[in-house]
């Protein structure tokens, strides 16, 4: 089976960085996504590394060691928008070609001014 | 262009009831996937649909469980007969392929009371 490990809760004040990480345990891995939630609001894509290193859009960086099974999201300059869940999610092999996207619990992030 | 719309956004339904959710994939999506996250647990897949046919439906908890996607367009997810457990947040997601990312639903959240 697949299983995923991120802490669940992280809390930072505004302008500081903080690196959510996640550890995931599945065969057939394909890649790494991380989703972002508000309460109540719709998963949203923020990220995904299918080979190792770091990619950067903007405020946010996301990592992966595919030897490690060991990813992180980064955040800088930390605004109080950015206080939401965040999801990793791994995408692997099931049934044949379906590439099935399993997510972790969540680390629900609390931006203090 | 509009995005992946759920229905209803809230239900509240008696156990032993029938409910059925409803989901509009983004125009000409082919990969439709239902989720669904319970007591603030991590999102956890029930399906997947590749057009009209369901491509992994290792997901599904029991044969209370239904989910059709007639002509390959929207979705609808019967929960028959509802139990409590069956409370949770339902997201549908849809996405272009198998190797592009996923777009989400606002959710239905269901209660069984």
């Known amino acids: 089976g697949q299983s995923l490990e991120q802490p669940s809760e992280v809390t930072a004040v505004e302008g500081a960085i903080v690196q959510i990480n996640c550890t995931y345990q599945?065969?057939?891995?394909?890649?790494l996504s991380w989703y972002q939630q508000h309460d109540g609001g719709a998963p949203t894509f923020l990220s995904y590394?299918?080979?190792?290193g770091l990619e950067e859009t903007g405020r946010f960086s996301s990592f992966l060691s595919r030897s490690d099974s060991y990813g992180y999201l980064l955040l800088q300059e930390l605004q109080m928008k950015d206080s939401a869940s965040y999801f990793c999610?791994?995408?692997?092999?099931?049934?044949?070609?379906?590439?099935?996207?399993?997510f972790g619990s969540g680390t629900q992030l609390t931006v203090l001014p | 262009e509009a995005g992946v719309t759920q229905f209803p956004s809230h239900s509240v339904i008696e156990k032993g009831q029938t409910v059925t959710l409803r989901c509009d994939p983004i125009?000409?999506?082919?990969?439709l996937y239902w989720y669904r996250r319970v007591m603030g647990k991590e999102i956890k897949f029930l399906l997947h649909?590749?057009?009209?046919?369901?491509?992994?439906e290792s997901g599904m908890p029991n044969n209370r469980f239904l989910a059709e996607r007639t002509g390959g367009t929207y979705s609808t997810l019967k929960v028959q007969p509802a139990e409590l457990e069956d409370s949770g947040v339902y997201f549908c997601?849809?996405?272009?392929?198998?190797?592009?990312?996923?777009?989400f639903g606002q959710g239905t959240r269901l209660t069984v009371v």
């Open positions: 125009s000409g999506h082919d990969n």
């Open positions: 999610a791994v995408r692997f092999f099931s049934s044949g070609s379906a590439r099935q996207l399993t």
């Open positions: 649909f590749v057009k009209e046919s369901k491509q992994d």
């Open positions: 599945t065969s057939g891995f394909y890649g």
């Open positions: 590394n299918a080979l190792d």
């Open positions: 997601a849809s996405s272009q392929t198998m190797n592009t990312e996923a777009f």
